[in-house]
């Protein structure tokens, strides 16, 4: 391929990182504002995926220029798919950033200040997930798209402990239903996340190796 394609390449994984950081850094705001009550941040969270949408359609139209004008094969071709399925990736969780930031009116209502499970540690792992899944695919890194698939039992394991917990926590507080089915919903975006973010993995894997991982076993983000 020409310089000049390269070039282009090297532009869409910059453009690729720069969406993963946008997408970080709203999901942790969005956390925040749920954890905090802050009315003021979950507004920003929902105004900035607005930035995170336009972006995601002006990278997609990227890619399909760079299909039209270069006809790509073999990696190349795999990795211009793969930066396409990526940024979809990447747009459904910059929205389940939005759905928990929507949560907020309603929790900051409610005079409690109870999580018995471990969201702090949920949501730094899925972080780490969504960035290293990313920048698996820019370094072109099999081992960590690899680390982040095996990651991903990791958050099912407190999803599932969140879900027995937050159970336990509304039979023994029927009047806070409201604010723990709050945690519940929140700890399932999360998990979708992290599916979404293994999603982006299997692709780099795909990319690279031309090998299909997706279903082998494990579930699909929905």
Known sequence: MTKHFRKEVEQLKKRVL??????????????????????????????????????????EEECLKVLALHQPVAID?????????????????????????????DMS????????????????????MV???????????????????????????IYHDSTSKLEDKIRQNPEMVRYYMGLKVVSRHLERIADHATNIAEDVIYMIEGEIVRHSGGKQSE
């Open 131 to 157: 960035k290293k899944s990313a920048d698996s695919l820019v370094e072109m890194d099999v081992a960590m798209a690899v680390e982040v698939c095996q990651t991903d039992d990791q958050i099912d394991l």
């Open 18 to 59: 720069h969406q993963a950081t946008l997408v970080e850094e709203n999901l942790q705001a969005a956390v925040r504002s749920f954890l905090d009550r802050d009315t003021k941040l979950a507004q920003k969270v929902i105004e900035e995926d607005l930035k995170i949408d336009r972006l995601e359609v002006e990278l």
């Open 109 to 128: 209502l409610v005079d409690v200040d109870d999580v018995p499970f471990d969201l702090t540690g949920m949501l730094e792992v899925t972080l780490q």
């Open 77 to 105: 071709l795999r990795f211009i798919v793969a930066a396409l399925k990526i940024n979809n990736d990447l747009e459904r969780i910059g929205d389940l950033a939005v759905n928990i930031a929507q949560l907020v009116g």
